[in-house]
């Protein structure tokens, strides 16, 4: 059965790839046309129809998984990633039929098979729940929470749309330096994927003793090449990279190493399509932008929004706090996951106070989706990387 469900969780890869292609071809194909010269592109219609096959063999991949543990599939990082995925990818065909605009599958399908790719990164092997995790709370939370930020993430892709549409990029202001750093950022998650699958080929391993938070000395490994290390330690393994220095004992330092070789890997990736372009990023998918009503655009990421905002309330506060006080015998304790599920909230509130009391539409609301979407990922990647916590097993 686990065999099964990683079976199907590829398929859904290769249809959401399928998806992409399809929505790729409606916006830059020729103009099909029938036997009597009218337009009859469905490439469009075709993206749809596989990305709904898609998502049937990704909740299959969920099913059968969950079959296999015993426990709904969202107990650490390849799960809840892989999830949150998926429940865009829900999220993305709920919502298309209603604007049935194309360029929201090409720039959505893409984000959902990054997202997916950045969870295969993470060891996929089912084991048995902790103690901590033996609560039905632990679907009711952590599945509404994914489902809100699915949702979430659509009004993301809109608000992208939205800047792409309108910037001027002959310009070298503000917004064209911001929006660049949103394409490099998106960059570093396909430049994690290709060092950490180079090395994996390799079987890079650095062993390191080190003395943890605890105040107990043990050892880790490395699977990259050390530019940090952790707290007091001393590399094991002949022939290996030393860190330039080491961190705090609370820091993970293996992750906070993989972090930063995300990011000059998607350094090197974001230049070398600058060279051989010569264009900005952002300005690549300007072409693709023309037909594309700024307005449309603005409006998907504000019903995204206004649709995800109580769905994540739901799960990453209410239902977080009420397990919290089950668990641990207290709703709140300022625990990094917790701070920045709180930062998220407060952030969406103020969106749509700003939107609905003061009028922000056009270029702020959609950078406030963009921001809003970079404060979940930040959450999702280097909270749950980099810092330890109550939510560490994860």
């Known amino acids: ?47 749809y129809l596989t990305s709904i096959v898609a998502l049937i063999f990704a909740l299959g991949y969920f099913v059968t998984r969950w079959i296999a543990a015993g426990h709904a599939p969202v107990s650490n990082l390849f799960e809840y990633t892989t999830f949150f995925g998926i429940m865009m990818s829900l999220a993305f065909v709920i919502i298309y039929p209603i604007y049935k605009l194309n360029v929201l599958g090409f720039f959505s399908m ?105 105040g107990i000395e043990t050892e880790m490994v490395y699977n990259l090449p050390a530019f940090v290390g952790p707290n007091e330690s001393v590399l094991l393994t002949e022939g290996r990279m030393s860190p330039f220095f080491n961190v705090h004992p609370n820091i993970k330092s293996g992750d906070l190493n993989t972090v930063i070789w995300s990011l000059l890997t998607g350094l090197v990736l974001y230049y070398l399509i600058r060279l051989l372009t010569r264009r900005k990023v952002g300005q690549l998918f300007q072409p693709l932008l023309r037909g594309v009503s700024p307005q449309a655009a603005d409006e998907i990421s504000y019903r995204a929004i206004a649709i995800g905002f109580p ?19 207290r709703f709140w304790a300022w625990d990094p996951k917790e701070v920045w ?49 109550l939510h560490s097993y994860a």
């Open 110 to 214: 893409p984000v959902v098979m990054l997202i997916i790719a950045y969870a295969s990164m993470f060891p996929s092997e089912i084991s048995p729940l902790i103690p901590a995790l033996q609560s039905y709370w632990l679907k009711i939370h952590v599945i509404t929470t994914a489902l809100g930020q699915g949702i979430l993430a659509i009004g993301f892709a809109g608000g992208l749309i939205y800047l792409l549409r309108v910037i001027d990029f002959k310009k070298n202001d503000k917004q064209v330096k911001a929006i660049e750093f949103v394409m490099y950022s998106l960059i570093s998650v396909i430049g994690f994927i290709l060092i950490t699958s180079t090395f994996n080929a390799l079987d890079y391993e650095a062993q390191f003793s080190y003395v943890n938070e605890k």
């Open 1 to 47: 059965m686990a065999q099964l469900s990683s079976n199907l969780l590829l398929i859904a890869f290769f249809l959401y790839l399928g998806a992409t292609i399809f929505f790729a071809v409606s916006l830059t194909g020729k103009k099909f046309k029938d036997k009597t010269g009218e337009e009859n592109n469905k490439s469009g219609k075709l993206g």
């Open 341 to 389: 599920a709180l930062i998220t909230f407060l952030f969406y509130a103020a969106y749509l106070h700003l939107r609905l009391s003061r009028g922000w539409h056009g270029d702020k609301s959609a950078w406030l989706c963009v921001i809003g979407f970079a404060i979940i990922m930040f959450n999702l990647i280097f909270v749950n990387l980099v810092i330890a916590g």
């Open 311 to 329: 769905i994540f309330t739901l799960g990453g506060l209410i239902f977080a706090m009420i397990w919290a006080q089950i668990a641990w015998t």
